[in-house]
């Protein structure tokens, strides 16, 4: 670390590269702000100069750049035009501008004024196209992680909601969550602690108390990835939703199977309704449509009069409303009659997430608090295994078909709600936008790994804490080396942090209602099924006119 260059904080592990001292970065208001650029084996940095380093949080997120969420690196000079460079690019001239186009939407421009910069120019340029191919998602990598997380931030997650956030990897998590759901009649299953059933669903299950473990295991090979049905989400009202993988195209049930899936299935709930994501769009349909509006949102892609009628071309906003339409269904059907639905996709790792976390966001206030949703994302989410790598393209072998942002489209949804209900929500836009950013960041474990054995690598089950503790000697990153995205402190200022809390949300009930006891409507959505019902109402009638 030079003496010269403002204060840096580097990450584990991270070392330094090439720095180019008195660049500057472009903002969107035509001006620019002196700094230094800095080039690590993590990450595109860029160190305002009069940005006072102890003030800073440890993960600044508005001027630099994971490596993997760069997709193109464009450079610019006067004399010649501008060049993509990857990392069999040579260079044959000094640029004069650095473009780093991010796959979280961001442009991101440094240019060189002074001609005694053009050295270090050639050389940033050079490596951040070599660093950036050489780079891997951390998941991939299996590069050690040294080092330790500021001690001062841990005073701070109580105010971020991080402690009141459950994260579904401890039996004591799901058994609290179930008691508050409120859901006679279920238990959790430590069935697959080992991972040896099914090795991308979390460690604990929720099923049905009469139906013993002997019995269960009968059931996953029946399967596709041993995915079995589970519980989700247990309406006040007494209606059960479940999600589950498609059928094995080789399995044959027999007779007994066939008996214990119904007791998994039904278990004396009445009727159960199979819902398929037939009208839902496809991963390869929502990565079109993303490549699509990443396009429109580049400067000067279309016309001013000509940008509405461009976006409804990307047909993004008509995935939004499939899917919203989609959960409005499964929410009546639950807050109408007693039964059980059950989410069934073929994989059930991509749209069976976005559609139980929007159910259970229609129906229950707790999920639409701030630790309440952070909660409903550990299960739905991370713990339920969707490939956050590969969706959001940021593993560095992954193969194009994989790359869906099935995430980013459920965050969308849920923005529109927040946009629709603001009052029923202890969330803003802002923590959202927050949320889709840290997303794109290889520093936390929440999105850093496919499914939880993978954040274990198979390890016995140790108890997570919410410290981030120094790591020597092991070969790659684990949930103990990475801090979770909910410690909000690490890469936001508490001005930043109160943006994310709506004062004027409603809170909702932190206890499911009993059943026998009428409750009293809080927020727009109200727990009770006519309450619910009518508010479902007023959604499709505003998602026809958006049809219209």
Not at 183 to 210: C, I, K, Q, T
Not at 329 to 338: I, Y
Not at 509 to 521: C, D, F, N, V
Request: charge should be neutral.
């Amino acid at each position: 670390m030079s003496g010269r260059r403002p204060a840096f904080l580097g990450l584990p592990g991270e070392r330094v590269l090439e720095e180019a001292a008195g660049a500057r970065q472009r903002c969107g208001s035509g001006g620019s702000v002196p700094g230094t650029l800095l080039c690590t084996n993590r990450r595109v940095a860029f160190v305002p100069a009069q940005a006072p380093g102890s003030s800073r949080p440890f993960l600044p997120s508005e001027h630099e750049v994971a490596l993997p969420c760069i997709r193109k690196l464009v450079a610019g000079s006067s004399f010649t035009k501008p060049k993509v460079l990857t990392g069999a690019s040579t260079l044959k001239f000094i640029p004069e501008e650095l473009s780093l186009f991010c796959r979280d939407f961001r442009l991101l421009r440094f240019y060189f004024h002074e001609n005694g910069l053009a050295p270090q120019a050639f050389r940033v340029a050079n490596a951040i196209a070599q660093a950036r191919e050489a780079a891997a998602w951390l998941g991939d990598a299996g590069e050690g992680c040294d080092g330790a997380r500021p001690e001062e931030e841990e005073e701070e997650e109580e105010e971020d909601g991080s402690s009141a956030t459950l994260l579904f990897e401890s039996l004591r998590d799901w058994e609290k969550e179930l008691k508050r759901l409120g859901a006679a009649g279920w238990r959790v299953s430590a069935v697959n602690e080992r991972f040896d059933m099914a090795p991308s669903l979390p460690r604990y299950l929720w099923v049905p108390s009469g139906l013993l473990d002997h019995d269960l295991k009968r059931l996953f090979a029946h399967f596709e990835e041993r995915r079995v049905p589970r519980l989700c989400w247990h309406h006040p009202g007494g209606s059960d939703l479940l999600r589950a993988a498609g059928f094995h195209a080789g399995s044959e049930p027999g007779s007994e199977d066939a008996r214990c899936l119904e007791a998994l299935l039904l278990g004396g709930r009445g009727p159960c309704v199979l819902v398929r994501p037939a009208e839902l769009p496809g991963p390869a349909d929502i990565q079109l449509a993303h490549l699509k509006l990443r396009a429109l949102c580049l400067p000067g892609a279309a016309a001013e009069e000509k940008w509405l009628s461009a976006l409804e071309g990307t047909r993004w906003l008509d995935h939004v409303r499939s899917c919203l339409r989609k959960a409005v269904e499964v929410a009546s059907l639950l807050a109408g009659r007693r039964c059980s639905v059950l989410l069934q996709e073929p994989s059930d790792r991509d749209l069976n997430c976005l559609l139980a976390s929007l159910v259970q966001l229609l129906g229950d206030p707790h999920s639409r608090t701030l630790p309440g949703f952070q909660s409903l994302l550990q299960r739905e989410w991370v713990a339920a295994g969707h490939p956050f790598p590969q969706r959001l393209g940021l593993l560095r072998c992954d193969s194009p078909w994989e790359e869906a942002p099935v995430f980013p489209l459920f965050l969308d949804c849920t923005w529109q709600l927040v946009r629709q209900f603001p009052a029923a929500f202890g969330f803003t836009e802002a923590y959202l936008l927050a949320l889709h950013d840290s997303s794109f960041t290889p520093y936390f474990s929440t999105f850093l790994f496919s499914c939880q054995r993978q954040r274990g690598h198979g390890s016995p089950h140790q108890p997570r804490s919410q410290s981030y503790r120094p790591v020597s000697g092991g070969r790659g990153p684990s949930a103990a080396a990475l801090p979770e995205v909910w410690e909000w402190g690490l890469r936001y200022s508490q001005q930043q942090r109160e943006r994310f809390r709506n004062p004027a949300g409603a809170a909702g009930p932190l206890g499911a209602p009993s059943a026998a006891e009428p409750q009293p409507s809080r927020g727009r959505f109200a727990p009770s099924p006519a309450g619910l019902a009518e508010e479902l109402l007023l959604l499709q009638d505003r998602l026809s006119a958006l049809t219209a």
